[in-house]
């Protein structure tokens, strides 16, 4: 195990699975307690926790649902009981349209409880996890790191998508307005804005759904390959690290290069 984060504590929302379970082991990989969060997944966060410990990390698993504040105040104060502080998090919990779970579908066919519910896990969900993750860093003195996960969805909407691009583009502002009112403080707030990801259920579903769809994405993508949940991830290593103790309030795209067209 490396130590570039020994000491510290890390809290990763939706990490039972894709990008999240990446960014919890690699905080651990780095020497960090991580707190595993996942809504309904329990299985999947378990199964993060166990294949940390099973690398020689330390890891807790905590059941959160963050479109709800009860549940992420809690989840907050869980990761101060378990290990006395939070220096890291990683807002990553989102759901999006991907033909399986959530139907795509275009504005005047959208149904209202799904406009909802995206904008309740996507959007506000981060709003309330930076509410209590950042008053937790302020009670501490010491500053912190938060990364966001948004979507290059914010840059570059598509039909059906509409709920999702939405609340992906207010996380820009939210980010920024975090970052304002962190710096202060010592806390640095950060978006990465991923492109296409294998190794995703949203990737998954996608493509299972329109055997098409992997190939136009490869074709829009300059470095002509899709992304892993690594690269994402590791990006976000990066962010929380002293290397990028002078970035904040940015939206950084992990795209190879999608959005640069």
């Known amino acids: 195990m490396n130590s570039r984060f020994d000491g510290k504590v890390a809290l990763v929302t939706g990490a039972a699975s894709g990008i999240g379970r990446m960014g919890a082991r690699l905080f651990a990989r780095e020497g960090a307690k991580v707190v595993v969060a996942t809504?309904?997944?329990?299985?999947?966060?378990?199964?993060?926790?166990?294949?940390?410990?099973?690398?020689?990390?330390?890891?807790?698993?905590?059941?959160?649902?963050?479109?709800?504040?009860?549940?992420?105040?809690?989840?907050?104060?869980?990761?101060?009981?378990?290990?006395?502080?939070?220096?890291?998090?990683?807002?990553?919990?989102?759901?999006?349209?991907d033909g399986v779970r959530v139907p795509v579908a275009k504005i005047v066919e959208c149904p209202e409880e799904i406009w909802d519910r995206t904008l309740d896990v996507n959007l506000k969900g981060v709003f309330l996890c930076l509410k209590h993750e950042m008053q937790q860093m302020m009670d501490q003195g010491e500053g912190g790191a938060i990364v966001n996960t948004s979507s290059i969805g914010a840059l570059k909407p598509v039909p059906g998508f509409c709920a999702y691009s939405s609340s992906k583009s207010g996380l820009t502002a939210l980010t920024k307005t975090a970052a304002l009112e962190g710096g202060e403080y010592g806390i640095r707030v950060n978006t990465i804005l991923p492109g296409p990801t294998?190794?995703?259920?949203?990737?998954?579903?996608?493509?299972?759904?329109?055997?098409?769809?992997?190939?136009?994405?490869?074709?829009?993508?300059?470095?002509?390959?899709?992304?892993?949940?690594?690269?994402?991830?590791?990006?976000?290593?990066?962010?929380?690290?002293?290397?990028?103790?002078?970035?904040?309030?940015q939206s950084l795209p992990v795209d190879g290069g999608m959005t640069a067209h």
């Open 39 to 97: 809504g309904s997944n329990v299985t999947g966060g378990e199964e993060t926790v166990r294949l940390i410990k099973e690398a020689g990390g330390e890891a807790a698993f905590v059941q959160c649902d963050v479109s709800n504040e009860v549940d992420v105040k809690a989840m907050v104060g869980e990761c101060a009981r378990l290990y006395g502080r939070l220096d890291y998090a990683f807002n990553n919990a989102g759901i999006g349209p």
């Open 198 to 249: 294998q190794n995703t259920l949203l990737f998954k579903y996608l493509t299972s759904t329109d055997p098409d769809v992997r190939g136009h994405m490869e074709g829009e993508i300059p470095l002509h390959r899709i992304g892993y949940p690594e690269d994402m991830a590791e990006t976000v290593i990066w962010l929380c690290s002293d290397v990028a103790s002078f970035i904040t309030g």
